[in-house]
């Protein structure tokens, strides 16, 4: 409990710096304007290195070109190169469950590319403790990225002492929505569960597709489903309960959540084919105006904002089911992260050209309007800088936050995690009974915990 008490900490501490400056009070520290300087300072690397050619393969989850993030990793590479005309970077930009797999493939025959994304906590634990990435406390000590990042929220990249990644975002799950459509739908923002169940019907028999999804990318629909677990389990905490074997995949709670779930899928929800569009083309229907909701993390607004969709979408917190649970908890989800391979062939470069990324990705992100969610301290008016009405709201909501919990695969170890995956992507294609996937869960769970 210690951990997640600090991780809400660190929501509330370092989301509520956000929204403050956002009212315009000014962090003292510029991590932005002050980076292009100072990473040009970084003389990590030898004076000899500077006459080789290097190749650095900068692994991502940036594939789309809409997506700010794309267009700030570009913008920084590209400054980067200019700066350093010896060394090129590779980029290899895959969406999430496509890195995901690859780099598993990589770290089975240790050939990890020079910077690559691993998630917190139970996820990235694996490749730290097979020593396949690199400490990165130099890197972090050179001209103050450590201080850069919301307070404490580096612990959860840290084992024994040292940190082996650095994180893009922190974020929550919140449900957007089109505002043109639930008007031409005649709906209105649910405040309970049952209710969103019905706004889908309507939706749906007004020829609306009511929610969009990336379901070929499983984390998706963990990610809403745990939404639901959060509520049904009254609060926080439950698959910690599994884990200190205090309860079972078969308690009630759970196969509540496994109901509710498939009361939204039947409802007609989800776009046909839900398994077959990836994450990218599961939020690209949200934000062309082809579906009215997107449950998602907050990291989800820049590119909304960046949309053709902007100035037309609201956002609200997931609602209450059965009159269970407060929506002032959240999915908690500190964000993907940066990692350097430990047997990479130019380290220093790598780290000196990743402590360069870092120290501009705030300034960058502010000024694409894709700051709203980032792990790292900003320096700037969000209002003022022309952030939407949305994104404001979302700002806001950092600020209610009264807990939450991590998603399913941050929190178990990756077999029990697969389990789960694969088990909740299935209902979107059947209707199973609710009790068997929990059950399919426990034992899932019992297999890999021996």
């Not at 969103?196 to 070929?216: N, R, Y």
């Not at 917190?317 to 908890?329: H, R, S, V």
Request: hydrophobic share 40%; proline share 4%.
């Amino acid at each position: 409990m210690a951990k997640m008490s600090k991780l809400l900490s660190i929501v509330l501490t370092g989301t509520l710096a956000l929204s403050l400056t956002a009212c315009g009070s000014g962090n003292k520290e510029d991590s932005g304007s002050s980076a292009s300087g100072a990473a040009g300072s970084n003389s990590s690397t030898s004076d000899t290195s500077k006459d080789k050619n290097i190749t650095i393969t900068f692994q991502n989850i940036y594939p789309d070109p809409t997506d700010p993030k794309n267009k700030i990793m570009n913008k920084i590479v590209d400054q980067y190169e200019k700066d350093h005309p010896n060394i090129k970077i590779e980029l290899d930009s895959l969406n999430t469950d496509q890195q995901k797999l690859k780099l598993k493939t990589q770290a089975a025959s240790k050939e990890i590319p020079d910077i690559t994304v691993v998630n917190p906590a139970a996820q990235m634990q694996p490749f730290v403790d097979a020593k396949l990435l690199a400490p990165l406390d130099d890197m972090l000590a050179e001209n103050g990225l450590k201080d850069t990042f919301q307070d404490g929220l580096l612990d959860w990249y840290s084992f024994d002492g040292s940190t082996y990644a650095v994180p893009d975002g922190n974020n929550i799950g919140v449900v957007y929505y089109n505002k043109e459509l639930f008007e031409k739908g005649g709906v209105k923002v649910p405040s309970t569960f049952e209710e969103m169940v019905d706004v889908v019907k309507t939706l749906k028999s007004k020829g609306i597709q009511p929610m969009a999804i990336g379901e070929k990318d499983t984390w998706t629909g963990s990610f809403l489903f745990m939404n639901m677990l959060l509520r049904t389990n009254n609060g926080p905490g439950f698959l910690k309960d599994v884990l200190d074997k205090k309860k079972t995949f078969e308690d009630p709670a759970f196969v509540e959540a496994v109901d509710a779930f498939q009361n939204l899928v039947q409802a007609g929800a989800f776009q046909e084919g839900a398994t077959s569009f990836d994450y990218n083309a599961g939020e690209n229907l949200f934000k062309t105006g082809k579906a009215a909701m997107y449950y998602m993390g907050t990291w989800a607004t820049g590119g909304i904002e960046s949309s053709s969709v902007n100035g037309k979408v609201g956002v609200f917190k997931f609602p209450t089911i059965g009159g269970k649970g407060n929506p002032d908890e959240f999915m908690l989800a500190p964000g993907s992260a940066f990692a350097i391979a430990a047997d990479s062939k130019h380290l220093a470069e790598t780290k000196e050209f990743l402590n360069y990324f870092m120290l501009n990705f705030p300034k960058e992100a502010f000024e694409a309007k894709g700051a709203v969610g980032i792990g790292q301290k900003v320096d700037g008016d969000f209002k003022a800088a022309g952030y939407s009405d949305m994104a404001m709201d979302v700002l806001n909501m950092f600020k209610e936050v009264k807990g939450g919990d991590l998603a399913f695969d941050n929190t178990m170890n990756p077999g029990t995690a697969q389990v789960h995956l694969s088990s909740i992507q299935n209902l979107f294609a059947q209707k199973k009974n609710s009790a068997d996937v929990a059950k399919e869960h426990q034992a899932g769970f019992e297999d890999n915990n021996q």
